[in-house]
């Protein structure tokens, strides 16, 4: 799954939306909006949104609650349940988000496929700077020396996608004690900068950005983020347990 080199005039225009930090409901929200304005109008240049969230804990839609050292009902940030799959996982700042909205009609209609394809970028990320990510048989996600350092979830409708990939560079793990990540118990969750101490997110997410538009052919085109009506304490955006 090597990363084709195709020069910028023959990849496909795809929106990106960058925050440096942005409340989940936010995200979310505009996730929910970019999604359905592909529903409606196909023709719609694919999307990426780059960011990094406060704290804040999300389950998938079959997660359990079994997952969770705290009572949901006071949880120590807030706590969504969303529409991807997986279980519990945790966000926080240091921690580089990438949410392709992508119309896979484009690419592959294969979802097994899709999944590779965000384990493949944060790989490709990671060997620029000589980090040797991988992949482990029956997971999602990458994981460097037997610690996960990037999570995965996603959810798919009518070939359009949302949600994505996590990767850990500078985040304050403490919030991830308060969880079992991903259901997975016996591997612990690191940060890139325990193998590679001067690394910088901003680094990370230059590298996650290149990796993507290589891999999926893609030339991006910068957009003002999208108002949502959705702040930070605008419960009506939040979907607790």
């Keep these: 799954m090597t990363a084709l080199s195709h020069p910028p005039h023959n990849r ?9 930090l ?24 694919d999307a990426l949104i780059l960011c990094q969230h406060p704290p804040v804990y999300t389950l998938g839609q079959g997660a ?3 997952h969770l050292n705290f009572d949901p009902q ?13 279980e519990v996982t945790h966000h926080c700042p240091g921690q580089v988000i990438l949410y392709p909205i992508l119309n896979l009609r484009r690419y592959q209609t ?6 590779r394809q965000l384990e493949e970028i944060v790989i ?3 060997a620029v700077f000589g980090i040797p990510g991988e992949r482990w048989p029956g997971m999602t996600g990458v994981w460097v020396k037997g610690h996960k350092v990037a999570a995965i979830g996603i959810k798919v409708s009518r070939w359009i996608t949302m949600h994505g990939l996590a990767v850990n560079v500078a985040a304050d793990l403490s919030g991830f004690q308060a969880i079992i990540p991903c259901g997975i118990s016996q591997y612990p969750v690191a940060n890139v900068r325990q193998f590679i101490p ?8 230059a590298a996650l950005l290149q ?23 605008n419960r009506s955006c939040q979907n607790k347990t």
């Design 110 to 115: 294969d979802l097994h496929w899709y999944l």
């Design 22 to 45: 942005i409340p989940y409901s936010q995200a979310w929200t505009v996730q929910k909006q970019l999604v359905a304005a592909r529903h409606t109008h196909p023709a719609l240049p």
């Design 211 to 233: 990796v993507t538009a290589a891999l999926l052919r893609l030339k991006f085109q910068p957009q003002p983020w999208p108002q949502t009506g959705c702040d930070n304490v």
């Design 64 to 66: 359990t609650l079994a």
């Design 74 to 86: 006071s949880p120590p940030a807030p706590l969504y349940r969303i529409e991807r799959g997986g």
């Design 124 to 126: 490709q990320a990671l």
């Design 198 to 205: 001067e690394i910088t997110v901003d680094q990370v997410q």
């Design 12 to 20: 496909n225009p795809c929106y990106l939306y960058q925050a440096p």
